[in-house]
Each structure stands twice: as structure tokens, then as C-alpha cells.
């Protein structure tokens, strides 16, 4: 995995409210071209909120996140930044794709016609060589020979796996996995793993918010730990989890199942 000295995402004193509710509490973190970051933590400590703002999904309160140098949701205006919607957003929104929990896939279309979508209608991709890079990547992602099926015909790692490919179909910049393998039964969850491993592979910057620590330590560049809204801990992934300096990470790390100490 190459890591560029160029940012990709940079987030800057990040804090998001929801009403009295602080879940994010100045949020500091820049991803490099390349990097595979992981983000680990308790269950409310602001990891899926965090993503969300990546991709606009929910407004911050205060703070700013920059994707490839671009206030993600917003344009300059002379000296002011005003949000942005629709077709605008969804121009900015190519740059990073995500990978949710629950898949998120059309029911009444194919894993080849979920994956051709967004090319054929965002990027405007003629169809013909959108069906072509579409079998092209549920080839990559062992899919193959489930390209007609419909969603309702898959597993669960199945449909995740179509979700990475119609992901990689927009040609993104940084990709978001939101817990990806947690809908997941525990054997399908290698054969997610394996896929995002790829990826990782591919140098494609990734955020990854997950529990699998043994992918985190395998497969990432960095670990971020984070509890409360705020980052308690971040470093380099083995030092992270082999040897944390926190007392609130080595707690969490002395709880959480080590699934996948070696991905294969």
C-alpha cells in the first residue's frame, strides 16, 4: 500500500450536535493517498457519525472536511462557503464512495445492472462499456457467476460484495466502509474481508469503520480508537493494538474478539 504525502480527506475540529447531544468533540484526522485507516471503538463513540459527515450525509456543527482539497457539501462564494445540493453534491460525492452496513442494493435489479447504475446515470458512462467494467469487477470480487442474480438470490456477503463493486464502479477517491461485516453471519465474513484486502491493495485511501481488529492490524496502514466523540488514540496499526498506550484502548482491545489475526 503506497502512501502519497497528499491528503484526501482532511477533517479539521470536527463536532457535530444532534440537539443538547455531543457526538463528535473536535475532530482531528487526515487521511493520505494510499492510506488504510481503521476506526475503532465502543458502540456510540461517533464512528458511523463521523463517516456520515465525510460524505455530507450529515452536516457538521462546526469544524471542516476537505476531500481532495474540496469542502465536501459546500462551495466558495468569493469568501464564504454555501451548501450545496442535488446534482452539485452528487458531483462532489463521486470522489468518495461508501459501504454500509446493510448493503443498500436496488431489490429489483441484477448485481451486474445494481453495479452499472451510478456509471450509466452519473457519470453518464455509455452502456456498453459500463456492462463491460461491470463484469470486469464482480469478476474481481468472486461474483462471477452470480452477475443476473437479483439480491433476493444472494447471501448477505454476496450483496456486500456487489456493494464494493458497484462502489469501485464510480472510480473512486476514498471509499467509507461503515461496518461492513456487521449484518454479516460470522462465516461470511471473511469473504468480505478478503475482497476489502484487495482493495486495500488496489490504493485506494479507505476509512474503515469496523471491530474486526485483525483485519484493522493486518490490512491497515493506521488504527484511530475513538470513545465519547473524541479520538483518544491514533498510530500505526501493530502499535495500536499490540502495544496501546491508553488505558480506554487497552480496555476496548481487552474486550473485542481478535477475528482474522491473519487474513488470507
Known sequence: MAVSEAPV?????????????VVLNGIDLHVMKGEVVAILGPSGSGKSTLLRCVNHLEEVTSGS?????????????????????????????????????HFNLYPHKTALGNVIEGPLHVLKTPREQAITRGRELLRRVGLAERMDAYPSELSGGQKQRVAIARTLAMDP???????????LDPELVNEVLNVMKEVASLGISMLVVTHEVGFAREVCNRVVFMADGSIVEEGPAHQVIDNPREQRTREFLGVVPRK?????
Open 65 to 101: 472536511i476537505k476531500v481532495c482539497g474540496n469542502y465536501i457539501g459546500y462551495e466558495r462564494h468569493g469568501d464564504t462557503l454555501r451548501e450545496i445540493f442535488g446534482k452539485r453534491l452528487a458531483r462532489q460525492r463521486q470522489k468518495v464512495g461508501m459501504v454500509f452496513q
Open 260 to 264: 482474522m489475526e491473519k487474513v488470507n
Open 9 to 21: 480527506v482532511e477533517i479539521v475540529n470536527v463536532k457535530k450536535r444532534f440537539g443538547d447531544k
Open 173 to 183: 477517491e476514498v471509499i467509507l466502509f461503515d461496518e461492513p461485516t456487521s449484518a
